[in-house]
């Protein structure tokens, strides 16, 4: 298992209160749970606005997670992030490197 740090920018279009769980992080942690990874920590920043539009949008919710995954598994993640409609960006990094 790796660590691993990864930012997600999120549609602003899903309304939650900021106590209590994120549908679109909540079906994230499913996903790295399911592959047999564990989530350490999660940080909501809240909505900003972002630096250009991103799909019409001028603003995204900001969510940090530091999980534990098989480094093979990955690419698997990202495709997943990639297809769902709701994260506007995402970025993975191994902290440290």
Do not use: C
């Amino acid at each position: 298992m790796q660590d691993y740090e990864m930012v997600l920018v999120i549609s602003p279009e899903i309304e939650t209160a900021e106590e209590e769980s994120h549908p679109t992080v909540d079906k994230v942690v499913k996903l790295i749970t399911n592959k047999g990874g564990s989530i350490d920590e999660i940080n909501r920043w809240g909505k900003r606005r972002l630096a250009y539009p991103i799909k019409h949008f001028i603003e995204g919710e900001y969510v940090l997670t530091h999980f534990k995954l098989d480094p093979n598994l990955t690419h698997e993640l990202e495709a997943s992030l990639k297809l769902n409609e709701d994260i506007l960006r995402h970025l993975l990094i191994r902290p440290g490197s």
